[in-house]
């Protein structure tokens, strides 16, 4: 695997970063078949490495799903993650906040939903959208019962600073964070909608709500320019994924969780002196069974 594949995607330092010097039309270097061929090479991969990740039961892993609609988190996730064994991953889809929720900070209904040690956690969607359909749409906070007090023109910069220090107490307690920003362009989501609405088949993928949503598509990039670069950093990076091509997207998202899991030092369990006279005498005995 090219490391340079997933590197080339990824923001560690959000300082100077601009969306729109991100092309969502990138191929990657990749040829369709080529990236299919790859996919396949990676999910093997991910599938191993899981299952260190799982007997070692040291790092848990968090991967956080952003886009815009019809930016394919859903394909990408099932397709990327269709090979892992569902016992140690774990996906969770984030609606409209519930009432127990809003009765809580903005952060908590993702934090009781964080992964284990040893399991990988997909947030589909997640504490980002307090600082994006939120941000996007202020009334929203209306129903989030803060003192009025402390709603002031600061809150997103102040919501920004609290999941930055969020991610970084994970990190540093064994949480691997990778999040993904499937970016999409404008004319790509027209015609991935169009195809909702003209074939039966994919009719209730389709909401209305999805044009009003789309209204707000300079609002929505930049709220997610202001948290990126607000949140990009080494132990917690963006990547920001082309996803007009599906396969490049699944390509690129595969790869960056590789080369992660990759780089965490990954092993089976050693067995001690103990543990293998323990297993011997298991051995003899069911030897010894007529």
């Avoid at 039309?25 to 080529?34: M, N, S, T, V, Y």
């Avoid at 399991?119 to 803060?146: M, T, W």
């Avoid at 994970?170 to 790509?188: C, M, Q």
């Avoid at 003209?198 to 930049?222: L, M």
């Amino acid at each position: 695997m090219p490391k340079s594949l997933a590197h080339r995607f990824r923001v560690d330092d959000g300082a100077k970063f601009r969306l729109k010097d991100w092309d969502p039309a990138d191929e990657a270097g990749l040829a369709k078949d080529e990236a299919q061929a790859l996919l396949g090479g990676l999910g093997e991969r991910m599938a191993e490495l899981q299952d260190q990740l799982y007997a070692q039961d040291r790092w848990s892993v968090l991967l956080v799903f952003q886009a815009m609609d019809a930016a394919g988190k859903d394909g990408a996730i099932r397709h990327v993650l269709s090979g892992l064994n569902p016992q140690g991953c774990q996906v969770h889809s984030f609606k409209a906040p519930s009432d127990e929720e809003l009765d809580h900070d903005f952060l908590w209904r993702c934090a009781t939903r964080l992964p284990e040690r040893g399991r990988i956690g997909v947030f589909n969607r997640s504490h980002y959208e307090e600082v994006l359909v939120v941000r996007v749409h202020p009334a929203i906070l209306e129903d989030q019962k803060l003192p009025p007090a402390l709603v002031t023109q600061s809150i997103w910069t102040e919501r920004l600073e609290d999941i930055a220090a969020f991610e970084r107490h994970l990190a540093r307690n064994g949480t691997a964070i990778l999040k993904f920003f499937l970016h999409v362009s404008r004319d790509e989501q027209k015609q991935r909608f169009l195809e909702r609405l003209d074939e039966p088949e994919k009719n209730w993928k389709f909401s209305a709500r999805d044009i009003v949503e789309r209204g707000h598509w300079a609002a929505y990039h930049a709220a997610y320019e202001d948290a990126i670069r607000a949140t990009a950093a080494p132990h917690a990076p963006w990547f920001v994924v082309p996803a007009d091509k599906k396969w490049v997207t699944r390509c690129v998202v595969a790869a960056a969780i590789v080369e992660r899991l990759q780089e965490l030092g990954l092993a089976y369990p050693k067995v001690d002196a103990r543990a293998k006279a323990e297993l011997e005498a298991a051995r003899a005995k069911l030897m010894s069974e007529s």
